[in-house]
Nanobody, 114 residues
Framework: QVQLVESGGGLVQPGGSLRLSCAASGSTLSTNAMGWYRRAPGKQRELVAGITSGGRKEYTDAVKGRFTISRTNAKNTVYLQMNSLKPEDTAVYYC????????WGQGTQVTVSS
């Protein structure tokens, strides 16, 4: 089993930046991928960004060019740098790790508002 601890959420004005972090511990030897989902009020959960152990990255179209995912394999930590934030980015962001199953973080609130 993998434990995930997220940090970095908060309130930011439109156009601002935030950096989310997610540290994994436990049974992480067979980690295949890590990344972030989000759930906005009244909407379904959506994949924001993911990165494989080999470094391949994917992003949902809504965040391409604004968000950057990165990962330190040695520390089993994944980051999400979010720039040019928009009100529609407001959501709870959940970190995940994929081994032989998905494990999830507790979620961190990101609110983009003036």
């Amino acid at each position: 089993q993998v434990q995930l601890v997220e940090s970095g959420g908060g309130l930011v004005q439109p156009g601002g930046s935030l950096r989310l972090s997610c540290a994994a511990s436990g049974s992480t030897l067979s980690t295949n991928a890590m990344g972030w989902y989000r759930r906005a009020p009244g909407k379904q959960r959506e994949l924001v960004a993911g990165i494989t152990s080999g470094g391949r990255k994917e992003y949902t179209d809504a965040v391409k060019g604004r968000f950057t995912i990165s990962r330190t394999n040695a520390k089993n930590t994944v980051y999400l740098q979010m720039n040019s934030l928009k009100p529609e980015d407001t959501a709870v962001y959940y970190c995940y790790v994929l081994t032989y199953r998905y494990d999830w973080g507790q979620g961190t609130q990101v609110t983009v508002s003036s």
